[in-house]
C-alpha cells in the first residue's frame, strides 16, 4: 500500500514539536518576556489494552488452555465444537487479513470490475493528462497515441490518473505501462510468490515515450498492478503521488474451490517495488 502525507501534516507537525521544545515566556513586572519551563501535562494512565492486543499477547500455551478450558467450562458446549472452532478460525483469518483472504458463494458470484475507460487531453497548453483507466491492451493503445500527440504539442509535465485503475491480473500489461514512463533496463516490478520462492521480474526493454514533470494521483480503488505502476513512477521518475492511500491489494489471487462449491480467494503473490518494498498491505 502507497500512504501519503499532507504538506499541511508536516508544517503542523513541525510547529508543534517546535513549540513543545521552546520554553514557555511569560510576561515579567515590566513587561519583558522571561522564559521559564514548559508546562507539560503529566502522562495519562495507560490505555486498557483492546481485545486483538489481548489475543495477539497470548503465548501458544495460553491459546492451548484457553480452548481447553472453553471446551469444558462453557455454558454451551455446542458453541465450542470442533466445526465451530474451525468456523471461528476462518473467519478470523479473513477480518486479520481482509484484502488477503476472501470467501465467496461460488465462482460466478466472483465480483466482476467494470472495465475503466481512458482518456488524455491537453491541459493549459503544455500539462498532458492521462486517466488509464483500466490496465488493458486497448488502453494502452489509446495512451500511445496520446502520449505521441504530447510530444508534437511540447507537452512538459504530465499527470497520469490512476484513480480509476482498478485491479487486473495481467501484470505484463500493466508493466508495458510503466515502461512508457521509466527508464530501459530498469527493474518496474517483481511478483513474488513465497510458498513456491519464485520471484517474476518485470523490467522495462524500451526508452521511455515521455520525459519531463510526472505526477500521479491515486486513491482508494487505485488497486493491484496499479498500485506498483504508482511505485515505479514515484521510484524512477521522482514522481509526485498525490491523493489517499491506496488499496493495499498488490498481490495476485488464486480462487481455490472447496468442496461445497464456494471459493476461496487467496493472494498467492505480492508485488515487490523497485527498492525492494512489499506494497502488500
Known sequence: MLHFISPALIGIFLMTNALAQSPTAIPSVGGALVPTKSILPS???SATPTREELVNSLSQADLQAAITLLKS???SPDAITDTELNRATVEGLMIRLPRGVMLLPNKESAPGEAPGAFYGEVLGGHIGYLRLGSLTSANL????????????????????????SQGTSDFAVAADFAKRFC????????LRKPAVRQDRVFSSDRDPAFRGLVMVLAD???SRAAEAVAAALRFYDKALVI??????????????????????????AELISPEGRSLFP
Open 43 to 45: 502522562p495519562s494512565p
Open 73 to 75: 467450562n462453557f455454558t
Open 141 to 164: 493503445q489509446a495512451m500511445d497515441k496520446s502520449l505521441s500527440n504530447f510530444a508534437s504539442k511540447k507537452v512538459d509535465a504530465l499527470i497520469v490518473d490512476l484513480r480509476s
Open 183 to 190: 527508464p530501459k533496463g530498469k527493474p518496474l516490478f517483481t
Open 220 to 222: 482508494g480503488d487505485t
Open 243 to 268: 491523493g489517499q492511500p491506496t488499496a493495499g491489494r498488490a498481490v495476485e489471487y488464486s480462487d481455490l474451490s472447496l468442496p461445497s462449491g464456494k471459493i476461496l480467494r487467496v493472494a498467492v
